[in-house]
């Protein structure tokens, strides 16, 4: 193999396909964020994990949406919040929202290694909120386990793996996850964590707590202040979950609706071949008041 790149190193280089080979671009400002690899603090809220979630279908060209997705790794909270394309500022501009909808303040924020994170656009975000900011191993996505937990269950599951580049589908996206989406997971959806962890003779036995929801947790956190407490009380007994699922199964069904009259496929019936993998039919059975997600 060696001998062959020798003998196309020309043409290789011609055509850009050594690129994989190619140093870093800007080395330098990942040498500046650390690299953190576990050792959480699972009883202090406002350590955030975040990864971006791409939906564009079977091709990747163009312009279509992506969901910056954020999950706190001692409650479980987690807040969506979708763009059109993955550019710097916006996924800046993205993750500032979602941090002021959490009910605590940020105080770690840890993507993986993909630029639209690693950049000195959130760099300084973080640096000027005061946030430490840190970043996980190349291919290790393990390292950010607790937010691909929810990419599956809140994102993947609800939405599926369509192709969204509409801003008709980028707003009902937004809608669900600002809105009785976001809810309904923090409010109502338990989450069992892991206790401990012991190897037997090349056995793993896990233990789990009690199953509770983000919302739980957080009132059960002493670094939680009274008054924020109080202010999540009060929403918790606003809220009907039977409501919001009800909202949240006619949200799912308008986005398919609204992409398949984009493909051409006029008022389709939700019955097609295409809604399994839209997430809706799956999400049905997910969406129940029992434990689907383990951290």
Not at 153 to 173: C, F, M
Not at 197 to 207: E, F, P, T
Not at 210 to 234: A, F, G, N, V
Not at 256 to 275: I, R
Request: charged share 30%.
């Amino acid at each position: 193999m060696r001998t062959i790149d020798r003998a196309l190193r020309r043409q290789k280089e011609a055509l850009h396909l050594n690129r994989k080979y190619s140093r870093k671009r800007n080395p330098l400002i990942y040498q500046r964020i650390p690299v953190k690899a576990g050792g959480w603090d699972r009883s202090l809220p406002g350590q955030v994990q975040v990864d971006l979630v791409e939906h564009c279908g079977q091709s990747a060209s163009g312009l279509y949406v992506n969901t910056v997705s954020s999950c706190d790794v001692a409650s479980g909270w987690w807040e969506g919040e979708a763009i059109l394309g993955s550019g710097k500022e916006r996924t800046r501009d993205a993750l500032d929202r979602a941090r002021k909808r959490m009910p605590f303040r940020w105080i770690h924020a840890h993507p993986d290694n993909d630029s639209s994170f690693i950049n000195w656009h959130l760099f300084s975000y973080c640096e000027a909120e005061g946030i430490e900011f840190s970043r996980s191993r190349p291919y290790k996505k393990n390292d950010n386990n607790f937010v691909e937990q929810k990419n599956s269950t809140h994102i993947r599951g609800v939405i599926g793996h369509l192709r969204y580049d509409t801003e008709k589908e980028l707003a009902l996206i937004n809608s669900l996850y600002r809105g009785e989406l976001g809810l309904y997971k923090n409010f109502f959806q338990p989450v069992m964590k892991l206790k401990e962890k012991i190897r037997d003779k090349g056995k793993v036995h896990r233990k789990y707590d009690t199953p509770k929801t983000p919302y739980q947790r957080l009132m059960e956190s002493e670094r939680i202040s009274e008054d924020t407490k109080e202010k999540l009380t009060k929403l918790y007994q606003s809220l009907n979950p039977a409501e919001l699922k009800r909202k949240i199964d006619e949200k799912i069904h308008r986005l398919f609706k609204v992409y398949e009259e984009k493909n051409g496929g006029g008022e389709a019936s939700p019955s097609k071949k295409q809604t399994p993998r839209l997430g809706a039919k799956s999400y049905l059975f997910n969406g129940r008041t029992t434990p689907t997600s383990v951290t």
